[in-house]
């Protein structure tokens, strides 16, 4: 299986399977000189791992990362940085009844069909469980962003639970972290911890819309028509496991706007630099960055694996019917929210050393 590394220049290479022995990242590209522990990493992971609370999967994993190489007296070297995160909490045997049958919604089947061979505990390398490389990841490319850019913040929150939305007239930021559903909204959190309840208890799950926004990102990231940064956040946020769609700005939305109501005005600041009166766009026109804030939203779909019996075939092409035992989020939306948020740290390192590289500073003054 190749395909397992993204990025330009920092580049992640992620390894390891749901109930191997350990899972981690390969990170190569990061600048020397960046201040970086694992205690730093820890509090991102800390963020992701499962067993926090009765809305997340019970699987008992501390996700505790250690750094193998890359890093020396609390700096990077500008050399791979390898980080591993061992399993300690695998239980294979949930998985057993599945070896001859595929669960449908998951990738089993694509799995057996591509490659002839999978690993059916807990999904291998199509499990949820890789994204806890990613995150780790993404705290290396924070700190970087932190030396290089000290304005930039990174925050993700949920926006929907099925079918219940946040109302945007009570969102306050300081909500997204008092709630293990990491909204903004205060109500809405109430609201969904009854409704997640009673699916959880039922067996069934949910899908939800998760929104990561970055503040502080200056003008001028990404390059015309093959290198546009949304074009890499949209591919970032669409290989998240269970991720069904993207959004940039008003995303589908704007196919109901007119052109008046879509173009976000553009004036002076106080500050004498361009402001726009508003931010349809997304903080990206033409794939290069306003300086406005980059919105990003993406809908996570329900977890596959239910209690409720469901038709499917065995390997042999018989049919079956299967009920996915084992311990699974009821809403794998929730863990989803560092995921983004890491996978929009690496995109926009990235983005942000491409652009050093080929302009360094800002060519095209205004005023």
């Avoid at 009920?323 to 863990?335: A, M, Y």
Wanted: charged share 20%; with cysteine.
């Amino acid at each position: 299986m190749s395909i397992n590394t993204f990025g330009h220049l920092f580049r992640v290479t992620t390894w390891g399977e749901s109930h191997g022995p350990a899972l981690g990242a390969t990170v190569d590209g990061c600048p020397p000189g960046v201040p970086v522990d694992a205690a730093m990493l820890q509090q991102w992971l800390d963020k992701r791992k499962p067993g926090q609370n009765k809305f997340t999967t019970q699987r008992r994993e501390a996700d505790e990362v250690k750094i193998l190489s890359g890093v020396f007296e609390g700096q990077t070297t500008g050399t791979p940085i390898q980080l591993m995160i061992e399993n300690t909490d695998q239980r294979s045997k949930d998985y057993g009844d599945i070896v001859e049958k595929f669960r449908p919604g998951h990738a089993d089947i694509t799995y057996w069909q591509k490659y002839g061979v999978r690993d059916y505990r807990g999904g291998g390398r199509s499990s949820a469980r890789e994204t806890a490389a990613r995150v780790a990841a993404g705290g290396i490319a924070r700190a970087a962003l932190t030396a290089l850019a000290p304005k930039v913040q990174i925050t993700g929150y949920m926006v929907q639970m099925g079918e219940h939305r946040i109302d945007r007239d009570r969102f306050d930021w300081d909500q997204i972290e008092q709630n293990p559903f990491w909204t903004p909204d205060a109500t809405a959190a109430d609201t969904w911890a009854d409704y997640l309840d009673g699916l959880r208890k039922s067996g069934s799950s949910v899908g939800a819309m998760i929104e990561v926004v970055a503040r502080g990102l200056p003008a001028g990231l990404g390059a015309p028509v093959y290198g546009k940064l949304d074009t890499d956040l949209a591919a970032a946020m669409m290989s998240i496991n269970a991720v069904k769609g993207v959004e940039i700005g008003e995303g589908m939305a704007a196919a109901m706007l007119t052109g008046e109501a879509n173009a976000d005005e553009i004036y002076m600041g106080n500050d004498g630099q361009p402001a726009f009166a508003s931010n349809h766009a997304g903080g990206i026109l033409g794939g290069i960055s306003t300086g406005q804030d980059v919105v990003v939203r993406f809908a996570v779909k329900p977890t596959s694996s239910i209690l409720t019996p469901r038709k499917t075939i065995t390997k042999s092409g018989d049919p079956a019917e299967i009920v996915t035992k084992g311990r699974h989020d009821p809403c794998v939306g929730i863990r989803a929210v560092p995921v983004g948020e890491a996978m929009m740290a690496c995109v926009l390192l990235d983005h942000m050393l491409l652009h050093r590289g080929q302009v360094g500073e800002n060519r095209g003054k205004i005023g």
